[in-house]
């Protein structure tokens, strides 16, 4: 099915050295100048219909066992018995394929199996929704390109755990926009099958943020540490080979939904363990100020002293509050050269900054920062502007 092209809100410029003038009401900052919103000033945006490019490739899972010894393992699960049958099957990034909604409802592509910590933020998100199974992070985002599902929930950060950095990635590759958030509280479980004790447990599946996050209660019950794709998943494989000294850490709900006993309960390390989620959507939504909205952006610099500052410092002279910074190499252009009169050249490497701040880009101070840091950002690119999620 052809995808349909959608702009994407992108600025190149040129870099200049100097900082702009403190004068932040009604001065022009270069070509993106006096950006007060409404949707005839957002063309001075360049808008571009971007491929997917940077494909991400695959991690096989490996085994971490008390000794340091490290096995690869291969974590697709075999035939289920027959009350997993009616799960759905995640779609893959090779096989999707047209397939109408047959209703009203919305459909929310999320990574894993029914039972995932992200089929939870959809549902928090949207809670009459249906969802939708995906294999990888990056078969979400093309399930909503090719208009199989409205919406995709992917996780960006853990308060534990840090970033994502491969959606980081793929934010950028893909010509998708941020139109929300969601906070979710993440409560890890020990599950086995049933009838089997704690004590009986020698391995323990999961993803492998979630087995970092558990690792000092993991330690304690001496078991081998194996990654998998998914939590859910890993509940899924438990339930499947029927092994009884192997356990997963994975939610309440995947026990339920793979009928699996929780052995121990919120074995976290940290008991405030929270899981920020990105809302994904083809269209971006109208900017309001009625609530408190966040701004994503991403940009890169030219080299040179104090220039990360200059970028950072427009937002703190309009006193916009910075949520997040991350710092990502630029793939295609990895090392720069820069003339050293003392030793030659030097190299160093070039970096793509991904900015979340708190104003709504329907707020002058915000037009006006982006306006400003255009002036020496060589390309800056509006991922979105959403409402604030303060729920847990």
């Known amino acids: 099915m052809a995808s349909k092209a959608v702009p994407i809100w992108v600025c190149g410029h040129k870099s200049r050295s100097q900082l702009g003038s403190a004068d932040l009401g009604s001065r022009r900052y270069g070509s993106c100048s006096d950006l007060r919103f409404h949707f005839g000033n957002f063309r001075k945006w360049e808008c571009l219909a971007q491929k997917a490019i940077t494909p991400v490739e695959d991690e096989k899972p490996v085994i971490h066992s008390p000794g340091g010894n490290e096995q690869t393992l291969n974590t697709k699960a075999g035939s289920l018995h027959k009350d997993l049958n009616s799960l759905p099957r995640p779609l893959s990034a090779t096989d999707l394929s047209s397939s109408p909604s047959g209703g009203s409802k919305v459909r929310v592509a999320y990574q894993g199996v029914p039972g995932a910590y992200s089929e939870a933020a959809a549902l928090k998100a949207y809670p009459r929704c249906e969802t939708v199974p995906c294999d990888q992070f990056e078969a979400a985002f093309k399930a909503v390109e090719l ?17 994502i950095h491969r959606n980081y990635d793929l934010l950028l590759s893909h010509r998708l926009h941020i139109v929300g958030e969601v906070q979710l509280v993440v409560n890890h479980c020990l599950l ?16 492998p943020q979630a087995l970092a996050q558990c690792e000092m209660n993991l330690n304690k019950l001496g078991v081998m540490k194996v990654n998998a794709d998914d939590t859910a998943g890993a509940a899924q494989i438990v339930s499947s080979d029927g092994q009884r000294d192997t356990g997963a850490v994975a939610s309440a709900r995947a026990a339920e939904i793979y009928g699996l006993n929780i052995l121990a309960e919120k074995i976290q390390d940290d008991y405030d363990n929270i899981t920020r989620f990105l809302i994904l959507a083809r269209e971006p939504i109208i900017p309001g100020t009625d ?22 410092a427009v937002f703190a002279l309009r006193g916009i509050n910075l949520t997040k910074i991350e710092s990502r190499p630029q793939r295609n252009r990895p090392l720069r050269v820069v003339d050293d009169t003392n030793r030659g050249n030097a190299k160093y490497f070039d970096y793509l900054f991904y900015i979340d701040f708190e104003a709504s880009m329907a707020e002058p101070r915000a037009q006006y920062a982006l306006g400003h840091l255009q002036e020496f950002a060589r390309f800056l690119r509006v991922l979105g502007c959403y409402p604030m999620d303060n729920s847990l």
């Open 147 to 163: 208009w199989l599902v409205d919406k995709a929930v992917l996780p960006i950060e853990n308060s534990v755990g840090g970033s």
């Open 192 to 207: 086995g099958l049933p009838g089997v004790r704690k004590e009986e447990i020698k391995r323990v599946l999961s993803h």
């Open 291 to 312: 609530r408190p909205h966040k701004t994503s952006i991403v940009f890169t610099l030219e080299e040179g002293p104090g220039v990360l500052f200059k970028a950072l």
